[in-house]
């Protein structure tokens, strides 16, 4: 399996801040880049799928990705305390049909 | 309508005992996987069905043999259970191979005594 690595937690950010994740993978063809939220006690659940090198708006989440540096990044604006989760970066694998995921990042909104 | 429905969801088990899980998937997917996850939350794959094909069977200890009836079932089989087996288990579908947003069931917590 591929090499995803995240900035490590946990981070706790006030609520209205922004939460900045971060994410590098050692595949140099990967493609299909993704960020899941997962609840404690509960399963994944994509929020973001990014394809190509730049920002990718949806709501109050930002994804960034930047091919070259083999980075991609999750920006989470006016944080609530319902972000509070833990978030993983998965990288398709360019060889076979799967994701890899890194370890996850744990967000703590406080009120 | 559950999309993607694991029983059970909790199971507590001696060392050395054999436990299955089970999955069923009414999306209509082709694309069935088993995820570990371990106590620091690493998500990672251990096997992929597709249309009752194995198609990835990563580094797994052979104790594990997953079984997939039809492609809208991918069960899991762990023989000879050991205390590194404790994890919770996720079962995914995709509507192919080479899709990558994946849907997760709600996950086995297993734990080994």
């Known amino acids: 399996q591929k090499e995803v690595e995240q900035n490590s937690g946990p981070l706790s950010v006030p609520e209205g801040a922004i939460a900045s994740l971060n994410c590098t993978y050692s595949?140099?063809?990967?493609?299909?880049f993704f960020w899941y939220r997962q609840y404690s006690g509960k399963s994944p659940e994509l929020i973001m799928s990014?394809?190509?090198?730049g920002d990718k708006e949806d709501g109050r989440f930002t994804a960034q990705l930047n091919k070259a540096s083999q980075y991609v990044s999750l920006l989470i604006r006016d944080s609530q305390p319902s972000d509070s989760a833990t978030y993983l970066c998965?990288?398709?694998?360019?060889?076979?049909?799967?994701?890899?995921f890194g370890a996850g990042t744990t967000v703590t909104v406080r009120a | 309508d559950t999309a993607v429905s694991q029983t059970p969801k909790y199971l507590v088990t001696q060392m050395g005992n054999d436990k299955s899980i089970k999955c069923e998937q009414n999306l209509g997917h082709d694309t069935m996987y088993w995820y570990k996850q371990d106590s620091k939350k690493f998500l990672k794959i251990m096997f992929s069905?597709?249309?009752?094909?194995?198609?990835i069977n990563e580094t797994v200890p052979n104790r594990f043999s997953p079984k997939s009836p039809d492609k809208a079932h991918l069960n899991l089989h762990i023989n000879s259970l050991e205390l590194g087996d404790s994890a919770v288990y996720f079962c995914?579908?995709?509507?192919?191979?080479?899709?990558?947003?994946?849907?997760f069931g709600a996950g086995s917590r297993l734990t080994v005594l």
């Open positions: 995914a579908s995709t509507p192919y191979s080479g899709a990558n947003v994946l849907t």
């Open positions: 990014i394809y190509s090198n």
């Open positions: 069905y597709n249309n009752k094909e194995l198609i």
């Open positions: 998965a990288v398709d694998d360019s060889n076979d049909y799967k994701l890899s």
């Open positions: 595949d140099r063809v990967s493609q299909s």
